[in-house]
């Protein structure tokens, strides 16, 4: 008799889905075995993911059961109507003067006919399959992962044929709360809609799981029963790239870098003019510098930062796989994460920051004030947050990092940072399953 209990994780992202949204229930899967728990994966056979990873393949745990069953999504269908479109896939937009009238359309239609979002077609069909595999398999407990948010469609009526079924709702990004929710072009009878299927959601999943402290806040004043768990580092990830990058030899500039997608929505401007500003007037610290980016940085970000200062002082690499970029977040000396402005986004802490945390150097954060991530980089003494207004103090922090780097003194000096291991981090989720 199998003693091990069973957890079905509906997600949409799984290898070789590469980006952050993978990673989270990718790195349960691993170490939940390890506490007695058997996860089942059911995600899409052919889904269109924005970005591919090959090398997250191996933390899929020997011999896991994966379903698989066919989904039909309109985003290959609005990528041939405009490129752009694309972005959509991982929720970017192009904002302010730089839309289209063709992104204008297309923002509005997602945000309209597609409610909560393009993958709503998968809902149905995945609750009749699902439905069936139940009855004849013993399932013990029932975890969507949003976004998509439309997976928690699937718990919802799930949960409704199935009364008795234990179902865990697990938002790694909000869903009404998410800042590029108002950007929708919603129609007022739309944005009701979604407000009631969230609103339905918090109040018959069984536990909704937030990613951050404010969030869970905010879904329990919404009516869930929510507790947060963040996302983490693996330790293992951590201390492979270690062993390859030590055999590297040290490069020789003070190296601040961007790891991951960075939209419009996220750019902290003030960052750029102040560097500029440090390479028109700190010789040695022109001489010094390089601005590294790693993965996909929107093309309008990259065309105002080539168009100053900083154009001879950029080094941009594209996406390259997981493991690659934690090496690279290694051999760099200070770590950018940014966050959206608003206040309403305090509550996200980007996946990012804890293989940041891992690697012990220094990080600069912008987002908005009291934010989640300020939290955490107090407690762990790994950086230093900034508002998006904040400029003569991020000066002065770069400036006094670029003068420890010089004098051989810039130490990797974060603290308390086992708490965000993910294997500490599922060790919880057990307490919450059990």
Known sequence: MDSQKKILIITYYWPPAGGPGVQRWLKFAKYLPEFGW??????????????????????????IEIIKTKIW??????????????????????????????????IWVRGNFFIPDARVFWVKPSVKFLQQYLKENKIDVVVTSGPPHSLHLIGLNLKKKLPDLKWIA????PWTEISYYQHLKLT????????????????????????????AENFRKNGANAICITN????????????????????????????????????????????????KTHSDFAENFSLKFVGRIDDKILN???????????????????????????????L??????????????PGKIFEYLATGKQIISFGPDQADVSKILNETH??????????????SFILEKFELWKNGNLLENSQNIEQFSRKNLTKKLVEILD
């Open 38 to 63: 058997k996860p089942v994966i059911f995600t899409p056979e052919n889904p269109s993911y924005p970005l591919l990873d090959e090398s997250l393949m191996k933390d899929i745990p020997e011999n």
């Open 73 to 106: 999504e309109p985003y290959q269908l609005a990528e041939k109507l405009n490129k752009s479109n694309k972005k959509f896939k991982a929720g970017q937009f192009d904002v302010g003067k730089n839309q289209s009238w063709k992104s204008k359309l297309s």
């Open 170 to 173: 697990d938002f790694r990004d």
């Open 188 to 215: 007022k009878s739309s944005d009701k809609k979604h407000r009631q299927l969230e609103s339905a959601v918090f109040k018959n999943a069984d536990i909704t799981l937030a990613t951050s402290y404010t969030d």
């Open 232 to 279: 983490g580092f693996d330790e293992t990830d951590a201390t492979q790239t270690l062993k390859s990058s030590n055999s590297k030899t040290l490069k020789q500039k003070f190296t601040l870098s961007y790891i991951g997608v960075l939209e419009q929505l996220r750019n902290p401007e003030n960052l750029w003019k102040t560097l500029d500003d440090l390479v």
């Open 304 to 334: 105002t930062i080539e168009n100053s200062g900083l154009k001879n002082h950029i080094l941009n690499l594209g996406y390259i796989s997981h493991d690659k970029a934690i090496t690279e977040m290694q051999t760099s000396d200070v």
């Open 336 to 349: 950018l994460i940014t966050n959206f402005p608003n206040e309403s986004s305090k509550g996200i802490i």
């Open 382 to 395: 790994a950086g230093k947050h900034f508002s998006y207004q904040d400029s003569e103090t991020i000066k």
